[in-house]
């Protein structure tokens, strides 16, 4: 079945702490794997893709077929990365997300 | 440019009423898709459209959900009868090409008591 698992519901840290928030997958294929954001009171918006390899707002994220995750990484967290954040994945011959249930992040001070 | 734009943003219904929500994609994105959070859950997908026609109604939970797009422009979710499960978050969103980035509306909360 095809799923995609963010365990954590809120990740608290301070401000310049690192951040990892995590991702695992499950899906019987080569998968795309996206993470989208949300800030208070604004839409749902694409942070990175993995095919993109590109590092936005100072966040990464590696996939990691071996142990299907796709952990979002920043070294020193910014309290304006303070959002929800989704973990999704497409594949196969459609293109809908799979989202996970997200984790909220709050950078405190 | 325009965003992804939805109407109305709030709704509330009495169960067994029937309410439409409308989405209308950024001028130009041939693919439209909806999504819908009920509390607690994941955003789960329910359809997607190219242009006029339905790519994959997969996710729609069952037949008093209608989608439509005619004209292949602004699109159409109506619930009818709605039922107390129905309520959440029904998102939106639209894409250029197939595998592009998908831009999303703000939403239309649905509240049914």
């Known amino acids: 079945a095809q799923r995609v698992t963010q365990p954590e519901k809120l990740l608290s840290v301070f401000k310049g702490a690192p951040v990892e928030l995590k991702c695992n997958y499950s899906?019987?294929?080569?998968?795309?794997l996206f993470w989208y954001v949300q800030y208070s009171r604004q839409r749902l918006q694409l942070l990175l893709r993995?095919?993109s390899r590109e590092s936005i707002k100072g966040f990464t994220a590696d996939l990691n077929k071996g142990e299907t995750s796709f952990h979002l990484k920043k070294p020193f967290a910014q309290e304006e990365d303070s959002a929800m954040y989704y973990c999704?994945?497409?594949?196969?011959?459609?293109?809908?997300?799979?989202f996970g249930t997200g984790t909220r992040l709050q950078v405190f001070p | 440019e325009a965003g992804v734009t939805q109407f109305p943003s709030h709704s509330v219904i009495e169960k067994g009423q029937t309410v439409t929500l409308r989405c209308d994609p950024i001028?130009?994105?041939?693919?439209l898709y909806w999504y819908r959070r009920v509390m607690g859950k994941e955003i789960k997908f329910l359809l997607h459209?190219?242009?006029?026609?339905?790519?994959?109604e997969s996710g729609m939970p069952n037949n008093r959900f209608l989608a439509e797009r005619t004209g292949g422009t602004y699109s159409t979710l109506k619930v009818q009868p709605a039922e107390l499960e129905d309520s959440g978050v029904y998102f939106c969103?639209?894409?250029?090409?197939?595998?592009?980035?998908?831009?999303f509306g703000q939403g239309t909360r649905l509240t049914v008591v």
């Open positions: 969103a639209s894409s250029r090409i197939r595998g592009g980035e998908a831009f």
């Open positions: 899906y019987s294929g080569s998968p795309e």
């Open positions: 993995h095919i």
């Open positions: 999704a994945l497409s594949g196969g011959n459609t293109d809908k997300l799979i």
């Open positions: 001028s130009g994105h041939d693919n």
């Open positions: 459209f190219v242009k006029e026609s339905k790519q994959d």
